[in-house]
């Protein structure tokens, strides 16, 4: 069975410019999860899909933020404009079941925003 | 909102028995989970528990769950230089959907 796909696996940009991330999840699963992990810290979650619906999106930054998974298979993240703050790992993982006895995970996209 | 704390560092030698302690606070908490994260690699489920458990067992890996107290410990026994890695806990409920949240992570550090 493939895992999670992300790419690309690293990425640097200006501050100001945007900057997309991809995720294919595993065959099948309904939920997936966009989360953000900065240095040093545990991962804090961006948004949750179930199928093409977004169901948790409290913590993303609107402002800035924006993430579409359309026919409920592939995800994008996009961040426009970059923050300096935003320097951070971006997981994505996915899960077939509520509740979700295993979530698996994807290697990340590692962001730095100089 | 939910949380979950966990001690940041812990060293140990090899072949002794290292105990990675968590606390969560909502008692609405379902699955707890321990995830592994090795440098540059993304997240690895260890092991979990089901909430009307006190006690899993999964070859070198003991987990407890104090649900009175939220409290949540990985033992691992015979620990081993490939065991150094951050280690997170995480708890996610049967409400809503079933957010996973995490908590900072525990740093492992095996000498030999």
């Known amino acids: 069975e493939a895992g999670v796909a992300q790419s690309p696996r690293y990425k640097i940009i200006e501050k100001r410019q945007s900057v997309a991330f991809w995720c294919n999840p595993i065959?099948?699963?309904?939920?997936l999860y966009w989360y953000q992990q900065i240095l040093g810290q545990g991962p804090k979650l961006l948004i949750q899909?179930?199928?093409?619906?977004?169901?948790?999106d409290s913590q993303l930054p609107k402002d800035r933020f924006s993430a579409e998974r359309l026919k409920g298979v592939d995800s994008t993240l996009k961040i426009q404009p970059a923050k300096l703050e935003d320097s951070a790992v971006y997981l994505c993982?996915?899960?077939?079941?509520?509740?979700?006895?295993?979530?698996?995970f994807g290697q990340g996209t590692r962001l730095t925003v100089v | 909102g939910e949380d979950v704390e966990q001690s940041l560092f812990l060293s140990v030698r090899e072949g002794d028995s290292s105990v990675i302690n968590c606390t969560y606070t909502?008692?609405?908490?379902?699955?707890l989970y321990w995830y592994k994260q090795e440098p540059g690699a993304g997240l690895q489920l260890l092991t979990y528990?089901?909430?009307?458990?006190d006690m899993k067992q999964d070859q070198r890996l003991t987990v407890l769950l104090n649900k009175k107290d939220k409290h949540l410990s990985l033992r691992i026994a015979d620990t081993q230089t490939g065991d150094s890695a951050i280690y997170f806990c995480?708890?996610?409920?049967?409400?809503?959907?079933?957010?996973?949240?995490f908590g900072k992570g525990t740093m492992l550090l095996v000498s030999p």
């Open positions: 993982a996915s899960t077939s079941r509520r509740p979700n006895t295993e979530a698996f």
């Open positions: 065959s099948g699963h309904a939920t």
């Open positions: 899909f179930q199928n093409n619906g977004v169901v948790d």
């Open positions: 909502d008692s609405s908490s379902t699955y």
């Open positions: 528990i089901f909430s009307n458990m």
């Open positions: 995480a708890e996610t409920s049967t409400s809503g959907y079933s957010t996973l949240t």
